[in-house]
């Protein structure tokens, strides 16, 4: 359980700040005239997704150190 718990909180981190580079990225290209994500997604959507990653992170590290205090 602890390996998949470090493994997921390693991908959402990733993919969290993958979305937030997508959102600046896809701001530039709508100031531009263009789209990344074809219009499914503003990029404050992407940093709003980004920022639900980054929360589940934070959970989880916290339920890590949770269970290794309470291991001591």
Known sequence: M???????SRVLFVS?????????????AQW???????????PWRLLEY?????LF???LQLREIKM???AK
């Open 16 to 28: 969290s700040f993958a979305l937030a580079g997508l959102a600046v990225w896809e701001r530039l």
């Open 50 to 54: 980004s920022a639900v990653a980054l």
């Open 2 to 8: 602890k390996l998949l718990t470090s493994i997921l």
């Open 32 to 42: 531009l005239g263009y789209t990344l994500v074809r219009g499914y997604f503003g």
């Open 57 to 59: 992170v934070v959970a």
């Open 68 to 70: 290794t205090l309470r």
